[in-house]
């Protein structure tokens, strides 16, 4: 579909607003509709146009298969982490307010922010690799 | 005002969809499709305004994202008979 001008031109513009975008939906997940995992959704998306347009060996280059498997790990890590680091310093599982990032309110909003980083990283990858594995001819 | 502007757009929307259940070629169907999920996008904007919660605006921006992505994914499936 990469001969498809229109197609192209458009997707090529569209791409990295899609991604932003996800990262503004992240950001906004307290204040908005939003949150991690449809930032992750978003995100996974645009990628999900990147190959609809340049085919999935084209796609494969950008996102690897190792790329895709050791990020499904590491939003996973993070989430897990912070609960670990909350128990560290004196808390329950995920009680953000006992960081040591200032007062309870800013701690909580910055434990709440790590949080749906892990989840946005997370749900990216493992919608990048779903799609690969079902736009994957041959495998059905 | 926002109320009958709402409601017309919903009117415009059923008749789309006389075309997307009757359409004799499948690119009528993706086309009826395509028109109503525009049309979701103004109500939702609409929506918005009326109930005075803007947050329904990044709500239509998501909409108008993936409705382009599943158009151009459902014509490459027509086309070629696979997504790769």
Request: proline letters at 2%; hydrophobic letters at 50%; a neutral charge.
């Amino acid at each position: 579909m990469k001969d498809d001008i229109i197609i192209r031109v458009i997707s090529n513009l569209l791409i990295p607003f899609i991604q932003l975008y996800a990262l503004y939906v992240l950001a906004h997940g307290d204040l908005g509709p939003g949150g991690g995992f449809q930032g992750g959704v978003i995100f996974a998306s645009s990628i999900v146009l990147y190959v609809l347009v340049y085919g999935i060996d084209e796609g494969r280059k950008r996102v690897s298969q190792k790329i895709t498997d050791v990020l499904n790990s590491i939003g996973v890590m993070i989430y897990g982490g912070i609960g670990v680091a909350c128990l560290m310093f004196g808390g329950y599982y995920l009680q953000y307010g006992k960081l040591p990032l200032g007062d309870l309110k800013e701690a909580s909003h910055l434990g709440i922010y790590g949080i749906e980083i892990g989840v946005e990283v997370t749900v990216a990858a493992v919608m990048i690799t779903i799609f690969f594995e079902m736009a994957r001819r041959g495998n059905d | 005002m926002f109320n009958i502007a709402a409601t017309v757009i919903v009117l415009a929307a059923a008749l789309v969809i006389y075309r997307a259940i009757k359409g004799p070629r499948i690119y009528d169907r993706v086309l009826a499709v395509n028109v109503i999920g525009t049309k979701t996008v103004v109500l939702l904007a609409l929506i918005g305004y009326i109930y005075e919660r803007p947050h329904f605006l990044d709500i239509a921006l998501v909409y108008a994202i993936i409705n382009f992505i599943a158009t151009i994914a459902f014509l490459k499936y027509r086309q070629t008979g696979g997504l790769d």
